[in-house]
């Protein structure tokens, strides 16, 4: 039987850290209010002026994947980039990466689900593996939002969560009869809350990309509804992850971590005490990176296995809701 495995992981966050502290200085607010809401310390945004684009920062993140993995760029069968700040609008992001890695005609897929994008690209990389259309995959999560941040206190709410980062994973067909690597996966959609986190420009449904309105509304900056992301995730989160502990006929106590998308420590920590989930059995790393997006999930991982903290044999749970609104899991036997 064929099994979709990750072979190595890799993480890339620029140099510039920017503290809570930091941003009292341009913005109204405290530590005690941002820490108190989101959970978040720190996180790391590309130096203003600095010559970046989303692609570098996946360069990156691939760069240690590949070398971990001992593969070459020319090996890949496939890239799938997930991001919802590609460098620029057309062409997208995985073409970019494919040219700066040398990776010569191998095909690159882009893919938009936001905070979702890693757990939606992992069930693509499954299905392109079980299929026996690809061999070798590179997936990456990655995102340069602080570009299009408004840093100021009247949208204090975005700018004090999202931050810039990538990761990285190399994943490879495995011929086995164990059952490891992708166990099972749910992906879920509901645009009936689209209005919930949107980012408006550079695309308008009115075909107006920028006008005196646009600018003076303030439209091309990203908006979220907080209160309602946060009751829709703390809602829906649970009931998925019960559903997919059902689908792969596993319990709780059969999960060895959890890994949940970094979008707001007071989510994950509704989550894990909805699903009894100790808390030992929890990674959050949103403290020090703040909000990455769809490199939050791939960044966790990659830490877990530095320090260790999984080891082979282990299952792990993936697991995320955001814009869209998407939300899914990806329950994963390391091998």
Same mark, same amino acid.
């Given at each position: 039987?064929?099994?979709?495995?990750?072979? @190595?992981?890799?993480?890339?966050?620029?140099?510039?850290?920017?503290?809570?502290?930091?941003?009292?200085?341009?913005?109204?607010?405290?530590?005690?209010?941002?820490?108190?809401?989101?959970?978040?310390?720190?996180?790391?945004?590309?130096?203003?002026?600095?010559?970046?684009?989303?692609?570098?920062?996946?360069?990156?993140? +691939?760069?240690?994947? !590949?070398?971990?993995?001992?593969? =070459?760029?020319?090996?890949?069968?496939?890239?799938?980039?997930?991001?919802?700040?590609?460098?620029?609008?057309?062409?997208? @992001?995985?073409?970019?990466?494919?040219?700066?890695?040398? +990776?010569?005609?191998?095909?690159?897929?882009?893919?938009?689900?936001?905070?979702?994008?890693?757990?939606?690209?992992?069930?693509?990389?499954?299905?392109?593996?079980?299929?026996?259309?690809?061999?070798?995959?590179?997936?990456?999560? $990655?995102?340069?939002?602080?570009?299009?941040?408004?840093?100021?206190?009247?949208?204090?709410?975005?700018?004090?969560?999202? +931050?810039?980062?990538?990761?990285?994973?190399?994943?490879?067909?495995?011929?086995?009869?164990?059952?490891?690597?992708?166990?099972?996966?749910?992906?879920? $959609?509901?645009?009936?809350?689209?209005?919930?986190?949107?980012?408006?420009?550079?695309?308008?449904?009115?075909?107006?990309?920028?006008?005196?309105?646009?600018?003076? =509304?303030?439209?091309?900056?990203?908006?979220?509804?907080?209160?309602?992301?946060?009751?829709?995730?703390?809602?829906?989160?649970?009931?998925?992850?019960?559903? !997919?502990?059902?689908?792969?006929?596993?319990?709780?106590?059969? &999960?060895?971590?959890?890994?949940?998308?970094? $979008?707001?420590?007071?989510? =994950?920590?509704?989550?894990?005490?909805?699903?009894?989930?100790?808390?030992?059995?929890?990674?959050? =790393?949103?403290?020090?990176?703040?909000?990455?997006?769809?490199?939050? &999930?791939?960044?966790?991982?990659?830490?877990?296995?530095?320090?260790?903290?999984?080891? @082979?044999?282990?299952?792990?749970?993936?697991?995320?809701?955001?814009?869209?609104?998407?939300?899914?899991?990806?329950?994963?036997?390391?091998?």
């Amino acid at each position: 039987m064929i099994r979709s495995i990750i072979r @190595s992981t890799g993480r890339y966050v620029p140099d510039n850290h920017v503290t809570n502290h930091d941003l009292i200085e341009i913005i109204d607010t405290t530590n005690e209010w941002i820490v108190q809401r989101t959970g978040i310390e720190a996180r790391y945004w590309v130096k203003e002026g600095d010559d970046v684009g989303t692609s570098d920062l996946a360069l990156n993140a +691939a760069k240690i994947a !590949l070398e971990r993995a001992s593969w =070459n760029p020319e090996e890949l069968d496939l890239i799938v980039f997930a991001t919802m700040t590609p460098d620029v609008n057309v062409p997208g @992001s995985g073409t970019i990466l494919q040219d700066k890695l040398g +990776a010569k005609y191998v095909s690159a897929i882009d893919i938009r689900q936001q905070c979702t994008g890693f757990l939606y690209g992992l069930e693509i990389c499954d299905a392109y593996i079980c299929s026996r259309k690809a061999k070798k995959i590179l997936l990456v999560g $990655a995102e340069y939002q602080s570009r299009h941040l408004e840093k100021t206190t009247a949208n204090r709410d975005t700018a004090i969560i999202f +931050a810039d980062g990538a990761g990285a994973v190399c994943i490879e067909a495995l011929e086995t009869e164990e059952e490891v690597g992708f166990i099972t996966s749910i992906l879920h $959609a509901d645009g009936n809350f689209s209005d919930a986190l949107k980012f408006g420009l550079p695309a308008k449904k009115s075909g107006k990309v920028i006008t005196k309105s646009i600018v003076e =509304n303030k439209e091309h900056f990203p908006y979220m509804d907080g209160k309602s992301v946060f009751i829709q995730a703390i809602t829906r989160l649970p009931k998925l992850g019960e559903a !997919l502990l059902q689908k792969a006929m596993m319990s709780i106590e059969d &999960i060895d971590m959890v890994v949940p998308h970094q $979008a707001n420590l007071r989510i =994950n920590e509704a989550f894990r005490e909805r699903m009894k989930i100790p808390k030992e059995k929890m990674y959050n =790393n949103i403290q020090r990176y703040g909000n990455t997006t769809a490199a939050t &999930i791939p960044i966790a991982f990659d830490e877990l296995l530095e320090k260790q903290m999984v080891k @082979s044999g282990d299952t792990i749970m993936f697991i995320g809701l955001g814009a869209g609104l998407t939300w899914g899991g990806v329950i994963y036997k390391i091998i």
